[in-house]
């Protein structure tokens, strides 16, 4: 797959957030009287305040909000346990050294995604597109082709690292290219994706004469 530029995912792909998630939506959960596991099986890969629309769906907007900004200070204050995905520094280091452009697209909040790559010891991206920049997120393309505007590429000629279902169905329907990373789902969950990953360890980007090339190292 040749491409100009890459669209990173946050959560589940270059940082491990699990944990601060789990006790968020865990708590949220309780809050509201519903039943946890069902909260955790509905909420990935969107925009929290998405999430708790629907699941609260007869609350009036501003109840939506209240909650949303509940969730967001939760998440955004607990990030003792976050870190960098295995590979993440690394490839981040390389597309440094190879002035390839990349971007992080995330649902998260701007407050939650930046004190989330703060924890984890990622480099300020140059573009970070998060879920206060767009109408619609995850699944719509709307995100992404949000983060290829702000690279000046077209989303066609870039490349997405996703690990949500809802994530790459986002990508491909901006009309990127969707390498999709299976930590945490399985290819039959992500059954959109253009290749897979089973870890940022094993990507390998080289230049081409049209562009960057993803290669997949083997264990």
Known sequence: MKFKGILFDLDGTLVNSMASVERAWRAWAGRNGLEADFVMENIHGRPACESVA???????????KGEAMWLEMMEATDTDDVVAEPGALALLDKLAELGLPWAIVTSGT??????????????????????NQVEKGKPEPEPFLLGAEKLGLAAQDCLVFEDSAAGVTAGKAAGAKVAALTAYSSQQELPEADAYLSSLELAAIEVSEQGFVLQQLSR
């Open 110 to 131: 701007d407050k939650v995604a930046r004190a989330r790559i703060k924890a984890a010891g990622l480099p300020e991206p140059s573009v970070l597109v998060t879920a």
């Open 54 to 64: 629907m699941l609260l769906k007869d609350s009036h907007e501003m109840e939506v």
